[in-house]
């Protein structure tokens, strides 16, 4: 990477060297980091990710779940699947998602 890049950490899996990480913040090689996982789930209070000024650590959530869209959603799915054994809009292997 560029001196001064920045780097945003969605993958969900361990990529990521985290003391090489604040060393190249510490020096200005890395401008900005935003980190989505941890080596260790949920990321200990004592973790010095949590407090580096040009650290953004998000929630890993992909988004809010509103319990009453859920809950429509579900009973959808439960009523699909008594009536034809199927439950619709789930992942198509075929398509890759």
């Not at 859920?70 to 699947?81: C, D, G, P």
Request: hydrophobic share 40%.
């Amino acid at each position: 990477m560029k001196d001064g890049a920045s780097f945003v950490n969605f993958a969900r899996c361990r990529i990521v060297a985290v003391s090489a990480l604040l060393a190249h913040l510490d020096v200005g090689r890395l401008r900005h980091v935003v980190l989505d996982i941890f080596d260790q789930e949920p990321l200990p209070e004592d973790s010095p990710l949590w407090d580096h000024p040009r650290i953004t650590v998000l929630p890993h959530i992909s988004a809010p779940t509103d319990l009453q869209s859920a809950s429509r959603i579900v009973a959808v799915n439960i009523k699909s699947y008594r009536k034809t054994n199927e439950i619709q809009h789930t992942i198509d292997i075929a398509r890759g998602y």
